[in-house]
């Protein structure tokens, strides 16, 4: 039986694509700035902050639980302005054989949409959906824009 699933959700910004794509493309280490609540660290493991491939570790609290991990693979597509974050460690692997997050975003009026979307295999059927990395992905996305509109 496969325990593969698909997970997203959409969040309408006001920042221009590129500038939240370039957020995620080479300067993930702003993200703590724009929602310290919910990340607290970035740090590059292998590689550097832009280039495809390269590993960081996110430090991050969810749900009032402090100190997570999640070290991530990292894959760009320019053309489409989508950052996926491939766990290959952390907390999450407790949980999910597999686990991919996206962060696309679209042109949409004057600003943009961003498409949020998690791929996962669960370790077992009683595993929950990830409904709260959803949430989490949402908050960084609106903490994003946030430091974007600052930033003007």
Known sequence: ???KYKLGTEVEIKSPP???YNIFKGQAFHVPN???DH???VDVHEGDW???GSVKIWKYTMEGKSDLVFKEKVEYDDENRSATLIAIDGDVMQ???SFKGTYQVVPKGTGSLAKLTIEYEKLSDDVPAPDKY???MVNVTKGIDELIAKAK
């Open 34 to 36: 724009a929602v310290p």
């Open 18 to 20: 590129e500038k939240y």
């Open 134 to 136: 959803i949430t989490l």
């Open 95 to 97: 949980e999910y054989k």
């Open 50 to 52: 832009e280039t495809h």
């Open 1 to 3: 039986m496969a325990l």
């Open 39 to 41: 990340i607290q660290g």
